[in-house]
């Protein structure tokens, strides 16, 4: 019976996706299937898994690079962003290092970084445009992606350690951003006369999800009762963002493997049902939710 539900996605052969266990995700899949999209919840992370990693040979933006504009910050803090992102994105994505040894290194990035930010004095009503100026892309077939769970009523949780005021321009932007979507991400805090002044609530960065999940998600009442979990991330932090769920039945996780692809091929596999391998689409995550629906 379960071969039955893995030919009806002949995407899953693309030799771009990759599987520990073949046998669990089509088993997975059919138990989704078969309790329908009631039951469903995505769970997403945003910066590099719904948004691309490169666009024409260069490096799309993140969320927290798209604040690289002479709209909000002066050339020497971008010069100063850069120098930290040079500095720890190797460290994030190290497939040599723990996590332990990662978590105050991401601590220091994220702290260093906003205090940056937060001395540039940035405007609140600059944002969408420095949004429209940037390259931001979201991943292709993202409109599907969103327009389906909007229309099938499943909750899209967006839980990314980027910033919340940007994504969230981002995919309004994109016309995507459906009643459907909550979000759980750092969030500007902007004085009375709009300029940033901090940055709201306990930080989130890559590798500390678990406690945000647990904190925030956990307390979401349209997620209650939906035992079934779609995770989609691109970093080995992203597998705990589910963690906050409470009585969760079928969980299928989904790494798009972007960087250091021969490096961390092992560790995805071993952690992620599904990897995808420089794959800048949404076509997996579209094809197994059109068989679920
Ligand atoms: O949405 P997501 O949780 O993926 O957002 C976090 C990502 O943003 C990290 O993977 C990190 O590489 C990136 N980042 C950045 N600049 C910072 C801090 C994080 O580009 N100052
Ligand atoms: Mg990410």
Known sequence: IFKNAFLQIPELS???????????????IYNMQQTGPENLQVISDFDMTLTRFAYKGKRVPTTHNILDNRLLIDENCTKKIKKLLNTYYPIEIDARLSTEEKLPLM????????????EQKIRKDLLAQAVRESPSKLREGYKMFFDHLAEQNVPLLIFSAGIGDVLEEVIRQNHVFHPNVNIISNYMDFDHTGVLQAFKGQLIHTFNKREGALAHAAHLTELKGR???????????????????????????????NDQVEERKELFLNSFDIVLVKDETLEIPNAILKNIF
């Open 14 to 28: 693309k030799c771009s996706v990759l599987m520990r266990e073949r046998c669990r995700v089509e088993e997975t």
């Open 107 to 118: 601590v220091e990035w994220w702290t260093k970084v906003h205090k940056l930010l937060m």
């Open 227 to 257: 035992q079934n979990v779609l995770l989609l991330g691109d970093s080995l932090g992203d597998l705990t963002m589910a963690d906050g769920v409470s009585n969760v039945q079928n969980t299928l996780t989904i790494g798009f493997l």
